[in-house]
């Protein structure tokens, strides 16, 4: 069974930093990777995927990720972050064998400060 | 389109209650899942259908039913509510042909059992 391991539950950042979310996962078959935001007291909205090709993927409001089958990681990071972009960040995996089902990390929560 | 919508948008119930949560899609999506969100501890899957008239469980489904008589509406049942149910629920869809596998949520239901 595919697992998702998020390694931190919060991160503090000042406006216009750069940050890393950090995202590992486990999985004996061939996976499709995806980030997640939620905004406050909003549902889930894909920022971005991996299915297969280049292992940099880039997705919205500037975020990428970068799929490291060795490290068997895909951490998400953008260059310089603005207080809008506070919010928690779900990693998930569907792995090969399951067709029907994501399994998500427990979340990272990003607070931009000012 | 409006994409997943779910009512109601917050709910307190008694423990003992029943109630059901509704979840429609327009996007003609075969699969529907249903999930919770508790704080830390990301979403678990309840139940999910990969189209009308066939539903199964995830990976947390006690307490809770379903039904799939259309392909827009998997509305979520409590029978019997306890406080452990307090959650936030949300409802997402994707399409049934081969792609992507993307996840579309609907803006979640808050719930209190007390």
């Known amino acids: 069974a595919q697992s998702v391991t998020q390694l931190d539950s919060q991160v503090p950042v000042f406006e216009e930093a750069p940050v890393e979310l950090r995202c590992n996962y486990s999985?004996?078959?061939?996976?499709?990777l995806f980030w997640y935001v939620q905004y406050p007291n909003q549902g889930l909205q894909l920022l971005l995927k991996?299915?297969?090709?280049?292992?940099l993927v880039k997705g919205i409001n500037g975020f990428e990720a970068e799929f490291n089958k060795s490290q068997t990681s895909f951490h998400l990071r953008k260059p310089s972050v603005h207080i809008s972009d506070t919010a928690e960040y779900f990693c998930?995996?569907?792995?090969?064998?399951?067709?029907?089902?994501?399994?998500f990390g427990k979340g990272t929560l990003l607070t931009v400060n000012p | 389109n409006a994409g997943v919508t779910q009512t109601p948008k917050f709910r307190i119930l008694k423990i003992g209650q029943s109630m059901t949560l509704q979840c429609t899609q327009d996007?003609?999506?075969?699969?529907m899942y249903w999930y919770r969100q508790d704080p830390g501890m990301g979403l678990k899957l309840i139940y999910y259908s990969v189209g009308a008239g066939i539903t199964d469980k995830g990976e947390v489904p006690n307490g809770y039913n379903v039904s799939r008589s259309t392909t827009e509406d998997f509305p979520l049942r409590l029978e019997l509510a306890a406080p452990s149910q307090t959650s936030v629920y949300f409802c997402?869809?994707?399409?049934?042909?081969?792609?992507?596998?993307?996840?579309?949520f609907g803006p979640g239901t808050r719930l209190t059992v007390t």
């Open positions: 998930a995996v569907r792995s090969g064998g399951s067709n029907y089902k994501l399994t």
């Open positions: 997402a869809s994707r399409p049934g042909t081969s792609g992507s596998y993307e996840q579309y």
């Open positions: 991996y299915l297969s090709g280049s292992t």
């Open positions: 999985s004996s078959v061939s996976v499709y």
């Open positions: 996007m003609n999506h075969n699969y």
